[in-house]
């Protein structure tokens, strides 16, 4: 079993950046494949990013192609998400997420997918 802890979130105005760190304990992070998602009000929870066990391999969100970057340090069991040009609409509580099974291609945005994970941290984004 692995526990998960984001930090890193707070309040920014929009075109600002923001990087978010999620921590593991209990396990080897480089055991598995992990993934960023995020909750607004009132909206189901959306993916946003993912990386393989590795990091060799990233996907994302078209919503943030281009601006957010996922990437992973496994010698500190630690994740990453750099968000930059922030906009309003990327204000949420994200998520990190863990799976302990190699994801298929067209499982890796699917929050079931993941079996772990974090209690999230709030971005706020004004403009």
């Known amino acids: 079993q692995v526990q998960l802890a984001e930090s890193g979130g707070g309040l920014v105005q929009a075109g600002d950046s923001l990087r978010l760190s999620c921590a593991a304990s209990?396990?080897?992070?480089?055991?598995?494949?992990m993934g960023w998602f995020r909750q607004a009000p009132g909206k189901e929870r959306e993916f946003v990013a993912h990386?393989?066990?590795?990091?060799?391999?990233?996907y994302y969100a078209d919503s943030v192609k281009g601006r957010f970057t996922i990437s992973r340090d496994n010698a500190k069991n630690t994740l990453y998400l750099q968000m930059n040009m922030l906009k309003p609409e990327d204000a949420a509580v994200y998520f990190c997420?863990?799976?302990?099974?190699?994801?298929?291609?067209?499982?890796?945005?699917?929050?079931?997918?993941?079996?772990?994970w974090g209690q999230g941290t709030q971005v706020t984004v004004s403009s």
């Open positions: 997420a863990a799976s302990t099974a190699g994801l298929l291609l067209s499982s890796r945005m699917l929050s079931r997918s993941y079996n772990y």
């Open positions: 209990g396990r080897t992070l480089s055991s598995y494949d």
């Open positions: 990386s393989s066990y590795n990091g060799d391999t990233t």
